[in-house]
Structures are given as C-alpha cells and as structure tokens.
C-alpha cells in the first residue's frame, strides 16, 4: 500500500515522525480519513478516536483539538492532546469521569461556564477510557 | 584586640556555613529544574509555529467577511484583560518583582481584570487592589497544558462577547541561562494579521469551512501561547533562581573566609597575651 509521511506534534513534543499508509480522525465534522495522495488540506480536530496505520499495523489514540493539515502529500496532525491507547491512564480517566459527573450532579450551581468545562472534562475522560479499552480488541 | 570573642565568632561561621549548603542545595535543585524547563520550550515550539503558520495563511486567503478575533468586537467595553504569569516563591532575584512591575506599569489608567497564574502574582495584585478573574491557576507550578487550553477558551469566548477589548499576556522571557527579560504581548485582537486579503490561494481545501477552521484553531493557538509563555517563564524563574543562590553562595564562603580571618587573630592575641603574661610572671 502506498504511504505518506506523518508527523504528529503536541505541546509536548513529537509524538510520531515516519511513513503511514492510512489516517482517521475526528473532526469537528465526524470522522475523516486520511491515505496517500490526499488533497491539500486543513480541517480542526473535535475530541475521538484516532487509528493510525503504519508498517501495517494498527495504532489507536486519543486525540483531542488542534488541527490536522495535509500540504503536497505530507501529513500533520497538530493535536492538543494525543496519547497512544497504551499509553494512557485509565485509573487518572476514571476518576476524571467520577469527578465530572458529580460536578454536573450539582448543575444548578454551577454557571454555565463551569457546566460546559466539566462536560467537556467528562467528555474527554470517556474519549480515553473508550480508546484505551479498544485498544485490547485490535491487536 | 578584637572585642569579639572567639566563641561568638566561633557561632557566626557555623550558621553562615549552614546559610551557605542551603543556598548551595537551592542552586543545585533550580539548575536540575532549569533543565527540564528549557527541554519543554524546545517541545513545545513547533507546536504553535505550526498553527500560526495556518491562521496566518487563513488570514491571508479570507475575501470573504471580516473574521473574528482580528479585531475587537464592535461596541466592546474598553476593557483590557491581563494574564500574568509569575513564580509560587520568592528567592528568586529579581524574576517576580520585574515582571510583576512591568506589568503594573503597562497597565496604569486602564480599566483592567487580572487572570493571575502564580502565588506571587495573584498577591501582588491583590495587595493593589487590581480586579482578579479568577484565582484557580495561583500554583503555577501544578498549571497544565489543558489548564491553558481552558483558559485560552475562557479568554475567547469573553473576547468575543465583547466584555474585553484586549488581552494581554504579561511573562518572563527566556533568553539565556544569565539573562531573561519580561515582556508583555498583544494575545487579541490578533491585529497583526489584519490587513488585506490577497487572492493568491494555494489551492487547499478548509474543511468544512475557513471560518470555522479559524474560530476552531484560534483557541487552540492561544492556549499554545499562553503555555508556551508559561514555559519560558518557568525556565526563567530557575535560571533566575539559581545565579541568585549562586552569588547567595558566593557571598557565604567571602564572609566565612572574613570570619575564620578574624577568629585566627583573635585566638592568636589570646595566646600571646597567655604567653606575655606567663613571661612576665605575674
């Protein structure tokens, strides 16, 4: 299969650098694949599941905000967060989930700026348990 | 001879040398500090070139409306919002008192709120009785990338409801290891970016659409920013902490050596006056 090169960068460094034959992530707009020979593009990351195929195997991780741009066949994922499935810490996503609910529990005192962080908090902890429980499946 | 006796001088050495291994220990674990937080600059820099590059080309592309953030919302309060970026402790030269004074001064006879991410920041401006927006980031150290991003959001969406007409970033530059400087920054309107579309497109596809490719990234781009500055700050307070400890230390063992000087004198004048005394048989 062909490939293309790829290059994943977070706040936190580089987090892929090589030849891949197949991306998906989720955008604002659903879920969008990527292969070689993609036009020129640039599209803003939602909060999902991203597979990444390279060497021909399977890769899921969890990828949340920024933006994903493919210019002259090269790919660039510029994501706020993205953690490998085995990489991330499903106790710390629990707990972040436990957290967010019981701050939504109290909805009415919360204002509506702290209603839309904690659902996004709870959103973003389902996002790393649903990838690091998928991960098991996969490989 | 020397009205100090030898047991006092005796005491002065040996909290002076205690003085000196904290003051020693303190450089140690800030140039151990300073090098993680100069490795997190490095990381994080490609990050939001990256993103600026594309708001920069969205800028450029855009015939169509004017897009948001370049500029403040019409009939906006003439309100400036501050996030400065200080340290948790002191002992740390002159790292807390440069940038919080700059800032002070940039923001004299503006109406202004303060987003304070530091202990030393959130008091300083408490003390001068400066609005804060919210002192949930007052432990600068335990502030994460995702802290930023909230943050950056929260500024946006304010920005954008026209409670603020600018935002500004006040933090330490990181320059050398010997020299940082603080600087404050222009975070919104992005003004630099506002000027004439071209036409030159290349011909990329914004998916599903510029505008809310840039509504999406710009956010994202400020928290990149604002932990970037965080970063840089950082990296400043420990280089700036640790040549204050070294010169802390420097000035310890010049002072012991001044002691230890006199405390020879003044043993050796007592045992010549033993020895006077004995010679002279009385």
């Known amino acids: 299969m062909k490939s293309f090169p790829l290059k994943i960068v977070t706040p936190d460094g580089l987090q892929f650098d090589g030849e891949a034959e197949e991306l998906v ?115 | 001879m020397a009205g100090v006796s030898t047991k006092e001088i005796k005491t002065r050495i040996r909290s002076m040398e205690s003085t000196k291994q904290i003051t020693k220990a303190m450089e140690m674990v800030a140039a151990s500090k300073l090098r993680h937080a100069q490795a997190k600059i490095a990381h994080s820099r490609p990050y ?70 530091g202990k030393k920041a959130a008091d300083f401006f408490h003390l001068r009785g400066v609005p804060l927006l919210n002192e949930q980031y007052t432990n600068a150290e335990d502030v994460s990338v ?48 506002d000027n004439d579309p071209t036409d030159e497109g290349e011909g990329i596809l914004y998916e599903p659409g510029r505008r809310v490719v840039f509504e999406a990234i710009i956010p994202e781009y400020l928290g990149g920013v604002i932990y970037g500055a965080l970063c840089e700050s950082r990296a400043s307070e420990q280089a700036a ?3 204050a400890m070294d010169t802390a230390t420097q000035n310890a063992e010049e002072m012991i050596a001044d002691l230890s000087l006199k405390f020879n004198q003044a043993r050796q004048a007592a045992i010549t006056q033993e020895i006077t005394e004995i010679v002279a048989g009385t």
């Open chain 1, 25 to 139: 992530v989720r955008t604002v707009d659903g879920d969008m694949g990527v292969m070689a020979g993609h036009i020129n593009c640039v599209t803003a990351l939602g909060m999902g599941r991203a597979l990444i195929v390279s060497g021909g195997k399977r890769r899921e991780a969890a990828c949340i905000g920024g933006m994903l741009s493919v210019l002259e066949g090269s790919v660039t994922l510029v994501p706020t967060t993205f953690e490998w499935a085995e990489t991330i810490d499903v106790r710390r996503a629990a707990a972040a989930e436990a957290r967010a609910r019981k701050a939504l529990e109290e909805k009415a005192r919360l204002s509506k700026m702290e209603q839309k962080i904690a659902e996004a908090h709870l959103k973003r902890s389902l996002v790393r348990q649903n990838v690091a429980a998928g991960s098991g499946r996969h490989n």
């Open chain 2, 48 to 117: 939001f070139q990256l993103l600026y590059g594309v708001i920069q080309d969205i800028a450029r592309l855009n015939t169509e409306q004017k897009l948001p953030y370049l500029q403040p919302v019409q009939n906006s309060e003439d309100r400036i919002a501050y996030v400065v970026i200080a340290g948790d402790r002191g002992l740390a030269g002159g790292y807390n008192s440069n940038i919080l004074k700059m800032v002070y001064q940039d923001m004299a006879g503006k109406d202004v709120d303060v987003l304070p991410i």
């Open chain 2, 146 to 193: 995702s802290d930023c991003f909230t943050m950056a959001k929260a500024l946006c969406k304010a920005f954008k409801a026209g409670k603020y007409s600018e935002i500004r970033l006040g933090y330490s530059n990181f320059v050398s290891a010997l020299s940082q400087t603080p600087a404050t920054m222009e975070l919104l309107p992005l003004s630099a970016l």
């Open chain 2, 241 to 243: 902490r640790r040549s």
